[in-house]
T-cell receptor
């Protein structure tokens, strides 16, 4: 089983619909992230969380919200999806305990298409 | 601001050697990562450098010069499965990875 699991893996929806992407991890990491990736662009950070009570905006948070329900779960919501939110979304985890480098471990990705 | 510069695309021949360069500017520095990403898949970790010099791991090596804001990834004995994008990602003072668009490597027989 994957250490970082994203659901759904693929989703097609219509403009204006509410969408939730879920991420769960079994690595025991405190830090969790949501990124989006568009063709020809680098990974862009949407939101990140360093523990259950901590939520931080990334560079492109507008139109998105997140919830850190538990150490292992971090969900991303699009309250009213629009076509330019069509992208590949990745959840990632990391930790910075002694000896850790801060390496990111990624989920398999969720491909979202907004029509 | 923070910036990553890598070639957009490179082509190499199976069995050959290729070097992918990366220059970066970050607010602070806490190491640099290289990731491999096949099309439509998640990035996977290749290497991490925090001190100047060369780190070797099998067919892949990564070099860092902190004073020059420069790193490279060296791939030897290229295989067709090495066709992928290679992402250079330095870590800034807040321990956040800064991502460029990556280098798409095409391997030809």
């Amino acid at each position: 089983d994957a250490d970082v699991t994203q659901t759904p893996r693929n989703r097609i929806t219509k403009t204006g619909k509410r969408i939730m992407l879920e991420c769960s991890q079994t690595k025991g990491h405190d830090r969790m992230y949501w990124y989006r990736q568009d063709p020809g662009l680098g990974l862009r950070l949407i939101y990140y969380s360093f523990d259950v009570k901590d939520i931080n905006k990334g560079e492109i948070s507008d139109g998105y919200s997140v919830s850190r329900q538990a150490q292992a779960k971090f969900s991303l919501s699009l309250e009213s999806a629009i076509p330019n939110q069509t992208a590949l979304y990745f959840c990632a985890t990391s930790d910075l305990r002694q000896g850790d480098t801060g390496e990111l471990f990624f989920g398999e990705g969720s491909r979202l298409t907004v029509l | 601001g923070q910036n990553i510069d890598q070639p957009t695309e490179m082509t190499a021949t199976e069995g050959a050697i290729v070097q992918i360069n990366c220059t970066y500017q970050t607010s602070g520095f806490n190491g640099l990562f290289w990731y491999q990403q096949h099309a439509g898949e998640a990035p996977t970790f290749l290497s991490y450098n925090v001190l100047d010099g060369l780190e070797e791991k099998g067919r892949f090596s990564s070099f860092l010069s902190r004073s020059k804001g420069y790193s490279y990834l060296l791939l030897k004995e290229l295989q067709m499965k090495d066709s992928a994008s290679y992402l250079c990602a330095p870590m800034d003072s807040n321990y956040q990875l800064i991502w460029g668009a990556g280098t798409k490597l095409i391997i030809k027989p």
